[in-house]
């Protein structure tokens, strides 16, 4: 894509010098499409809200304004659904998610560009980022013994059951996260452009609708699972 071809083209030093870090060997042109889509995404989301906030009006809100404020009232009510009491203290992150995952699946209904999800690296990257929160969040409100205790189940006898259950449970949820994200995101993309390849008359336009329903519904999935495991993580058991 242009945006990748410019990046190799002018700032491949920057881009080995990042991947050196994570131990890549330099290349030629190192930037790669989904990196440079996450890129963008993340830029487009920062000036965005820089844009919305000082603008922020209580007598006469923006358009964009009403749009992020039903955004956040449903994230919000679908947060303390899950996690009662207390679902707003984890909401930024709820939301830095759903809002981050959209943008990158709708970014690919932009001719020229394509969805950063459609590459695996990147929902991995999402559920590992969730995977490793949810047991962070865990270990805080219930702190690391009681935490741990848990994945032994209710009754001691039970342990040596409960435990690799528990953790094959645990280790599963990256993946279930990453294929299911992944595949649905890979699957909207190649239908829509073979019927592109077909013809450019209308039955596109169904498929990309369809797309950006997937998108959105994907995004918010993703979202919910966050919630239900942040939400297991966090309880207080009676």
């Not at 699946?105 to 949810?134: D, H, K, Q, R, W």
């Not at 280790?171 to 013809?199: D, H, K």
Request: proline share 6%; charged share 10%; hydrophobic share 55%.
């Amino acid at each position: 894509m242009w945006p990748t071809k410019i990046l190799n083209d002018h700032l491949a030093g920057l881009g080995n010098a990042l991947t050196g870090l994570v131990g890549v060997a330099p290349h030629a042109r190192p930037w790669a499409n989904f990196v440079v889509m996450e890129l963008l995404v993340a830029l487009i989301l920062v000036v965005m809200f820089a844009l919305l906030r000082p603008r922020l009006s209580v007598d006469r809100p923006g358009k964009l304004q009403q749009t992020c404020e039903l955004a956040y009232d449903f994230l919000r009510g679908q947060a303390e659904e899950q996690i009662p009491h207390h679902g707003v203290h984890y909401l930024t992150y709820f939301g830095t998610l759903f809002f981050f995952i959209l943008f990158m699946n709708l970014i690919g209904v932009i001719p020229g560009f394509e969805s950063p999800t459609m590459n695996p690296s990147v929902p991995l990257g999402c559920a590992v980022a969730t995977f490793l929160y949810y047991n962070f969040v865990g270990f805080q409100a219930n702190g690391v013994l009681k935490y741990l205790g848990q994945f032994a189940g209710p009754m001691m006898a039970l342990a040596p059951l409960m435990i690799p259950i528990e953790l094959i449970s645990h280790l599963a949820r990256p993946l279930s996260l990453t294929i299911r994200l992944y595949a649905n995101m890979y699957a909207g993309e190649r239908v829509t452009m073979v019927f592109l390849s077909l013809t450019y008359f209308l039955v596109p336009a169904v498929f990309m609708g369809l797309h950006v329903f997937v998108s959105l519904l994907q995004a918010y999935i993703f979202m919910l699972l966050t919630m239900m495991y942040v939400a297991g993580a966090v309880a207080h058991e009676h």
